[in-house]
């Protein structure tokens, strides 16, 4: 006759805390600029055959030591792996403009960047966001920022990039009633995170901030469509 066994004590998950673990293994913890012109391919449900490309700004190396392609996107600064939405894009691969080559990983080369310059800034945890590094915006991206007390929207240039140590990544906009001296040189007391003063900020690349400027109608049709659906 068998010894009757004692039932294991039901082991309690924590949700958030499981959350919270998934999201710091997904964070960045540094970035490289990507200068060589290679591009994100995506598309578009409405247009399944067609392959879109884009160019890439950089590349992120996450905490659980994957490297993905980063893009401004919508609000964010966004890693391409995690575009999957049928109607504003869908992630296909990475494209080198030079070769014709398509692939889904990142290129080597910037991997060992990564990874060495991770190993040798080897920053210390800190309980409150720290600034880890930044970038130069090198795609002439620009955000489209609103608030909501009623203010007109603007469309600024963005002017680079900061990456802190809870993995967020801010677009650096210009102040213009604080510039003293041009060019503008990261640290300069008139650059400030987006967020920081804007409810929303939208990415726009450089040919469609043009025609926004140029006041195509089309474009501003889109973009009220945009900034209707966004404030109802």
Request: net charge negative.
């Amino acid at each position: 006759m068998g010894i009757p066994m004692s039932p294991r004590p039901a082991q309690v998950i924590d949700l958030d805390t499981m959350r919270h673990r998934l999201r710091a293994k997904r964070r960045l913890v540094r970035l490289a600029p990507e200068l060589d012109g290679l591009e994100m391919l995506y598309h578009l449900a409405s247009d399944p055959d067609t392959l879109y490309g884009m160019p890439l700004l950089a590349w992120g190396l996450r905490e659980d030591g994957e490297v993905v392609g980063l893009v401004p996107w919508m609000e964010a600064l966004t890693a391409c792996h995690d575009l999957d939405d049928p109607e504003h894009g869908h992630f296909v691969g990475y494209r080198d403009p030079e070769t014709d080559d398509i692939f889904y990983s990142a290129p080597e080369h910037k991997v060992f960047e990564l990874e060495h310059a991770a190993a040798y800034f080897d920053y210390e945890e800190t309980s409150e966001p720290t600034l880890l590094q930044q970038l130069p915006e090198t795609l002439g991206t620009h955000a489209l920022c609103m608030d909501n007390d009623g203010s007109p929207w603007q469309l600024k240039l963005v002017f680079g990039w900061r990456l802190y140590s809870n993995g967020d990544v801010e677009a650096l906009l210009v102040d213009e009633t604080l510039v003293e001296t041009t060019p503008i040189l990261a640290g300069d007391d008139c650059l400030y995170p987006g967020h920081s003063r804007h409810q929303v900020v939208y990415f726009f690349q450089r040919a469609i901030a043009n025609r926004i400027k140029q006041e195509d109608p089309v474009t501003l049709e889109a973009l009220a469509c945009m900034v209707t659906s966004d404030n109802g």
